[in-house]
């Protein structure tokens, strides 16, 4: 199930990079994962009241939460992908439990 979900997102950030002219280079897929954290805060702290709403609704905010960690979740699985990273394996060797596939 994971590599599936790796192999979806690879595509789809691939058609976007060659698209926008993005090098997806070692480093790209780090600061995603960095940016991406940023951006899940900054929904975070809308919806805990740490930061401006601008005028955005309860229901907004919880998608915009939403949104975000589906990007992050997605920049995680390219850059396991990209590092040929087993992430089965070490689910459960860290997590102890088997992915069901």
């Given at each position: 199930?994971?590599?599936?979900?790796?192999?979806?997102?690879?595509?789809?950030?691939?058609?976007?990079?060659?698209?926008?002219?993005?090098?997806?280079?070692?480093?790209w897929?780090?600061?995603?994962?960095?940016?991406?954290?940023?951006?899940?805060?900054?929904?975070?702290?809308?919806?805990?009241?740490?930061?401006?709403?601008?005028?955005?609704?309860?229901?907004?905010?919880?998608?915009?939460?939403?949104?975000?960690?589906?990007?992050?979740?997605?920049?995680?699985?390219?850059?396991?992908?990209?590092?040929?990273?087993?992430?089965?394996?070490?689910?459960?060797?860290?997590?102890?439990?088997?992915?069901q596939?």
């Amino acid at each position: 199930m994971l590599r599936q979900l790796e192999r979806q997102f690879e595509a789809a950030s691939a058609h976007y990079a060659e698209d926008n002219g993005i090098e997806r280079d070692a480093d790209w897929f780090m600061l995603k994962m960095q940016e991406e954290i940023g951006e899940l805060t900054q929904a975070w702290n809308k919806y805990t009241g740490r930061g401006r709403r601008h005028g955005k609704s309860e229901d907004e905010i919880q998608t915009d939460m939403a949104d975000e960690a589906a990007d992050l979740l997605g920049h995680v699985l390219l850059f396991a992908h990209h590092h040929d990273l087993d992430l089965v394996a070490a689910i459960k060797r860290k997590w102890k439990f088997q992915v069901q596939l």
